[in-house]
């Protein structure tokens, strides 16, 4: 399985951009990037996937390097309620597997 | 709310017990999968289920079980527990030919 490698913490203010960084130096031709999010007390919820190109949905961003061996979730504006810890696995696509990801704090 | 149901929220056990945890995908889904989260380990794939039949296993120990029913609910069985089984147990669902998968409020185990 591809391992990642995420900040463990980072911190935003509300309205601002935040940009996620993950490393999957690892990862095979064929699978997709995924990004998952958890808000305490919760399970993990989809953000967003990818394979090569970048993409983007109503709730993020993703940037893949040209490589495919880094990533980047991008909330375009920050709110309190995407206080969470963010969650990347660049693995098979539905064997998920996610480290200690990285805790997004959001200053008001 | 992500659709998928599972139960109990929590339970309290002892060393040496069996305990099921069951999952009711979302209407629809016909995958099943289930996740093993813990503080050390993180998340960990444990098996994935399609329409009955057993797709994949990850990390999942010969002391668990898994199986789907022809209603797609699916049952974790963990039997002859150890205090390193404690964490939270997640199961996710996802539609056909998506990646996407849709968690669970998951369920909290404790053997003590």
């Known amino acids: 399985d591809a391992k990642t490698t995420q900040p463990n913490s980072m911190e935003s203010n509300e309205e601002e951009p935040v940009h996620l960084p993950c490393n999957h130096s690892?990862?095979?031709?064929?699978?997709?990037i995924h990004w998952y999010r958890q808000l305490p007390s919760q399970g993990p919820e989809y953000v967003i996937h990818g394979l090569t190109s970048n993409v983007n949905n109503r709730m993020a961003s993703l940037a893949i390097a040209e490589d495919r061996k880094s990533s980047t979730l991008i909330l375009h504006r920050a709110t309190l309620r995407d206080a969470a810890v963010y969650y990347c696995?660049?693995?098979?696509?539905?064997?998920?597997?996610f480290g200690k990801g990285t805790l997004l704090t959001v200053n008001p | 709310d992500s659709g998928v149901t599972q139960t109990p929220k929590h339970l309290i056990t002892a060393t040496g017990q069996r305990v099921t945890l069951r999952c009711s995908p979302r209407s629809g889904d016909l995958s099943v999968y289930w996740y093993q989260q813990s503080l050390d380990q993180g998340l960990q794939f444990l098996i994935h289920?399609?329409?009955?039949?057993?797709?994949a296993k990850g990390n999942i120990l010969e002391r668990f079980s898994a199986q789907q029913f022809p209603d797609l609910h699916s049952e974790l069985n963990l039997s002859s527990l150890e205090l390193g089984d404690s964490a939270l147990y997640f199961c996710?669902?996802?539609?056909?030919?998506?990646?996407?998968?849709?968690f669970g409020p998951g369920t909290r185990l404790t053997v003590l």
């Open positions: 696995d660049g693995g098979s696509n539905y064997k998920l597997t």
């Open positions: 690892t990862i095979s031709g064929t699978d997709y």
């Open positions: 996710a669902s996802s539609a056909p030919n998506t990646d996407t998968q849709y």
């Open positions: 289920y399609y329409n009955g039949e057993e797709r």
